[in-house]
C-alpha cells in the first residue's frame, strides 16, 4: 500500500503540532529562566522583603501575568531561585559523602577546597548566597528557605563528622581527638570564610587561598608521627 496525498497532509499535521508544542514548552522554559535570573539580579539589588513581583516584571520586560503563569507568589519564585543554585555546603554532600574512603582526611581536604573556590567561582552560587546571608528575612512565606538550609548544614556536620571518624581509623588523626568538636569547628571555619569573605570579595582571591586556608585547620588535627 502506497503512502497517500491525504497521509502526507495528516503526517505534516502532525509534525507541525508536535513542533508548535515543542517551542511552546521551550519558550516557556526560557521565560522561566529569564525571571528567575533576572529575580537574582533584583533581589540582591533591593532585599527580598523591598522587593516586588511588579519590580521583577518590570526589569524581566514582562507583565505579572506573565509570573503568576509560572510562580503563584514571590515566596515560590524565591524558593525556586534557591532551588537551582548548588550552594557550597550543600556541594559537600557529594565531595566527601564517600564511607569507602582509604585517606578520608585528603578527601575532606579537597572537599572543603572545592566548596571553597565554588564560592567564589560560581557566579550564580555567589549572587544567591549573598541574598541568603544578607539580603533576606526568613519570616512568614520565606520559613521554609531557613528550614532547608538548616537541613543543610546539619547534613554538611555529619558528613565532616563522618570522614573524621574515618580519619581515626585510618590512624590519620589521633584516636582521642573529640569528633564532635572537631567536625563543628571545621564547619564554622568553612562557612565563616566564606561569610567574611563574600562581604569583602575584593581583598583577596579565596580560591586561590582555599588550600592553604583549610591546611591550616587540618594540620592541628593530623596525628604527630
Known amino acids: ?16 503540532y508536535f ?3 515543542r517551542r511552546t514548552k521551550e519558550a516557556a522554559q526560557e521565560t522561566r529562566t ?10 540582591r539589588e533591593k532585599g527580598v522583603t523591598r522587593t516586588s513581583l ?6 524581566a520586560g514582562v507583565t505579572r501575568g506573565a509570573i503568576y503563569w509560572h510562580f503563584e507568589n514571590k515566596a515560590d519564585l524565591f ?14 554532600f557529594g565531595r566527601v559523602a564517600d564511607p569507602d574512603l582509604t585517606d578520608p582526611l585528603s578527601r575532606l581536604r579537597e572537599g572543603c577546597v572545592e566548596v571553597l573556590c565554588q564560592a567564589e567561582q560560581d557566579q550564580r552560587c555567589r549572587r544567591v548566597f ?12 520565606l520559613a521554609p528557605t531557613m528550614l532547608r538550609r538548616k537541613e543543610c548544614r546539619q547534613g554538611a556536620k555529619a558528613i565532616i563528622e563522618q570522614n573524621l571518624k ?7 588523626i589521633a584516636p582521642a581527638t573529640d569528633i564532635r568538636r572537631a567536625a563543628i569547628g ?3 571555619y568553612v562557612d565563616g570564610l566564606i561569610v567574611n569573605w563574600s562581604m569583602e570579595p575584593d581583598s583577596y582571591s579565596l580560591a586561590q587561598q582555599a588550600g592553604a586556608l583549610i591546611d591550616i585547620y587540618l594540620d592541628g588535627l593530623r596525628k604527630q608521627r
Open 166 to 172: 574515618l580519619a581515626i581509623e585510618c590512624g590519620q
Open 79 to 92: 524558593l525556586a531561585m534557591c532551588d537551582r543554585a548548588t550552594l557550597p555546603l550543600e556541594a559537600m
Open 1 to 16: 500500500m502506497g503512502i497517500t496525498l491525504k497521509t502526507l497532509r495528516l503526517s505534516s499535521q502532525r509534525f507541525e
Open 130 to 141: 549573598e541574598i541568603l546571608n544578607f539580603k533576606c528575612e526568613f519570616v512568614d512565606d
Open 54 to 59: 511588579s519590580d521583577i516584571a518590570s526589569a
Open 186 to 188: 571545621l564547619f564554622s
Open 19 to 21: 513542533a508548535m508544542a
Open 34 to 43: 529569564h525571571l528567575l535570573d533576572t529575580a537574582e539580579i533584583v533581589f
